[in-house]
């Protein structure tokens, strides 16, 4: 690896020492083998995390392809970027708890329906979220106040010392 005293650097803190970690690489960086290697190893591991859950979902449900499964892998990568997440819902703490709680509701009454859960997919749990959060704004109202009451909760009310 290649860095001089005009490369940008990083601080890292190890055991209790700062040290200045150079950042060699940047838009443009021609990427040695190793580089190359190790970048594609990054890709092939975050590819099997990211993608891990579909083609179980698809196993489970009986509706493994592997020529769409495949297809849809090659959608997936073609608009993948390092270091960029995707998805995962809302990132507002109200946003988050009103879908927990939508979630919480919905598993709720299909119990009380009879209804095994373990036959509900994460993603169709997902919909039916999305579903009562646009026909029951109470939900968030319920969820905002709950977010309120937590942040009323701080460290020092708490008494925490660390």
């Known amino acids: 690896m290649e860095f001089n005293a ?3 650097v990083s601080e890292v ?4 020492n700062k040290f200045a970690v150079p950042q060699p690489f940047a838009k443009g960086h021609i990427c040695t083998e ?18 891990a859950k579909r083609v179980k979902t698809a196993t489970e449900n009986g ?19 390092f270091g960029v997440r995707r998805g995962g819902g809302p ?15 919905i598993k709720n009454a299909l119990r009380n329906k009879g209804f095994k859960l373990a036959d509900l997919s994460s ?9 009562a959060l646009e026909k029951n704004p109470n939900i968030r109202k319920e969820a905002e106040s ?14 925490i010392t660390v």
């Open 91 to 105: 990132t507002d703490p109200i946003g988050k708890e009103a879908t927990s709680l939508a979630k919480e509701l």
């Open 6 to 8: 005009e490369t940008v």
């Open 13 to 16: 803190t190890i055991q209790d």
């Open 63 to 81: 509706t493994f392809n592997q020529a769409d499964m495949q297809s849809e892998l090659d959608k997936y990568l073609a608009g993948y970027e």
């Open 34 to 51: 190793n580089e190359s290697a190790a970048l594609n190893q990054i890709l092939v591991e975050n590819t099997r995390n990211n993608f």
């Open 146 to 159: 709950r977010v309120k009451r937590r942040e009323k909760l701080g460290d020092d009310e708490m008494q």
């Open 123 to 131: 993603k169709r749990l997902n919909e039916l979220a999305v579903e």
